[in-house]
């Protein structure tokens, strides 16, 4: 894929894909941009499906939506709140040292640079790259499984695992779309890039991908 291909592939995309399921971090994000929001939201998105995470990340920011005020809630209190996504005993408990540290080094205020985000416990690079991105509005690159799959599908890049992938990305991805990446292309995913047997017959950018690995389609 070229770059005069990518910019056709990303203005197809931003026209599409708001009459798709976004997903549901970036959909909350739209809703309220809210660092600690999108934070938590993406906590508890890993290895949870958005049907799920949705739901639970509403009932527990209906309780408490600050740090400090999320201070003020017991671990049993959150984890009923957030049941049943995956790990909900442990995230409670995430959630809890996170706000306390929030509340303690950063007086409740999320940071806004990807190094200090990273000393956080459990924040891996996918989730920081997603609190600028979608938290703050500046331009990162967020890269999960879709993101990685589809960029490589598309022979956009060449590289063995999401850490390359971004760093690829980066070099290589206008900086005008490092933002919409994410979304766009987790909901191009989820609709119809599918890891296996992807819908070719039914993506419209099908006339741009490369279809690099695709053994089968539909």
């Known amino acids: 894929m070229t770059r005069t291909q990518i910019h056709e592939a990303m203005a197809i995309l931003r026209r599409a894909v708001p009459t798709w399921n976004v997903p549901v971090v970036s959909l909350m994000a739209q809703e309220q941009r809210e660092p600690y929001r999108v934070l938590i939201s993406t906590?508890?998105?890993?290895?949870?499906?958005?049907?799920?995470?949705?739901?639970?990340?509403q009932r527990?920011?209906?309780?408490?939506?600050?740090?400090?005020?999320?201070?003020?809630?017991?671990?049993?209190?959150?984890?009923?709140?957030?049941y049943p996504v995956g790990f909900y005993r442990n995230k409670a408990l995430q959630i809890l040292a996170l706000s306390q540290r929030l509340v303690d080094e950063f007086a409740g205020r999320v940071p806004d640079d990807i190094d200090t985000l990273l000393t956080f416990t459990g924040v891996g690079r996918k989730t920081a790259n997603l609190v600028l991105a979608e938290g703050y509005g500046i331009p990162a690159i967020c890269v999960d499984t879709h993101v990685h799959r589809i960029s490589n599908r598309w022979g956009y890049v060449k590289t063995k695992d999401p850490f390359e992938t971004e760093m690829a990305l980066r070099k290589k991805l206008p900086r005008e779309h490092w933002i919409a990446y994410n979304p766009s292309?987790?909901?191009?995913?989820?609709?119809?890039?599918?890891?296996?047997?992807?819908?070719?017959?039914?993506?419209?950018?099908?006339?741009?991908?490369?279809r690099v690995g695709v053994q089968r389609s539909r």
């Open 43 to 57: 906590l508890l998105s890993l290895r949870t499906q958005d049907q799920t995470t949705g739901p639970a990340a």
């Open 60 to 82: 527990l920011f209906a309780l408490a939506d600050t740090p400090a005020a999320m201070l003020t809630l017991d671990r049993q209190t959150i984890e009923r709140a957030i």
């Open 185 to 210: 292309l987790v909901a191009l995913g989820q609709q119809c890039c599918k890891p296996t047997s992807p819908v070719c017959s039914q993506c419209l950018v099908a006339h741009l991908c490369k």
